[in-house]
DNA sequence: ATGCTTGTGGGTAAAAGTGGGGTGAAATGG
DNA sequence: CCATTTCACCCCACTTTTACCCACAAGCAT
């Protein structure tokens, strides 16, 4: 179950920390890959086997199913954590989520997987859930009890 | 079942005392996450776990569902009490709900879950709360328990 | 009064976060 | 096919933060 927001620098190399809670669920191999919204995504190697077979799963001849498919797949990578819980982050995947040293990361925990993202995307992002909630509040609805 | 309302202190390093009377069905794990009305709530695990399958089961595609996602995971943290019966108040959790060393907390039971109060902003809640009775009656008519 | 439980504060040892250097394997180019 | 370079991986070292432990104080009940 990951939670929480944290903040984490990324270093000259490319290699990004993971919080230490996390890392007892990610002890195997780890799948990084785009996410929607110009972050990234990470996932324990069995919730990305489930992920993949329900995109396997659409049609071929839906044009939505074709553009996830290349989305997910063609810049996945296959990563283990090194000693000290980092991961090393292509250069392409870098300059997708925006993540440079001096900018940092923040990391995002959403129950099953995690999300990686640029702090000011972050925090634009975070600004426009709480737009799309204040002006939708039948969405919190959901929520009930 | 949480009934009460307790005020307790929360220390230099961001402790926060659970009253001893409720430790009892807060052995696991505990999600702390903000509230609405600038307090945060506190789960047990069981309690959490209804509240996350439902907001699981939204599609990644539909950028609500994202948006939920994101506000009710990245903001909780899930936490153990401490020998003493303490639970440990993230730095932002804390500015969120306004409680510092000098003002205090009160935790209010609500049956099923707990939430953490800055002081006077409780006050003028409650307050609240009997003056919106007072005044419009028939607003608590909807409620027709 | 006197134990016991509860609330509160602080100190210390261990772990986590961060950066840099060396080594071997793979890739590139002649 | 060999030489050179680049890059990923592993190791080590330093700094900061966290979590655990203990000690004291204040009720409450016996």
Redesign the pocket.
């Known amino acids: 179950m990951f939670l929480g927001r944290?903040?984490?620098?990324?270093?000259?190399?490319?290699?990004?920390?993971?919080?230490?809670?996390f890392?007892e669920a990610l002890t195997g191999d780890v799948v990084i890959t785009r996410g929607l919204d110009r972050c990234l995504t990470v996932y324990p190697a069995e919730v990305w086997q489930e992920l993949a077979a329900k995109v396997n799963a659409l049609p071929i001849t839906d044009p939505r199913g074709r553009s996830l498919r290349r989305l997910l797949f063609a810049e996945a990578e296959s990563?283990?954590l090194?000693?000290?819980?980092?991961v090393?982050l292509?250069?392409w995947l870098r300059k997708y989520a925006e993540l440079t040293?001096s900018a940092?990361a923040i990391i995002v925990g959403l129950d099953r997987f995690l999300e990686i993202w640029n702090p000011t995307r972050w925090e634009a992002e975070n600004a426009h859930q709480i737009a799309m909630m204040e002006e939708d509040p039948a969405l919190w609805e959901t929520l009930h009890l």
């Open positions: 944290y903040a984490y620098t990324v270093d000259e190399k490319g290699r990004l920390t993971i919080p230490a809670r890392r990563v283990k090194d000693r000290h819980g980092r090393l292509s250069e040293p940092g």
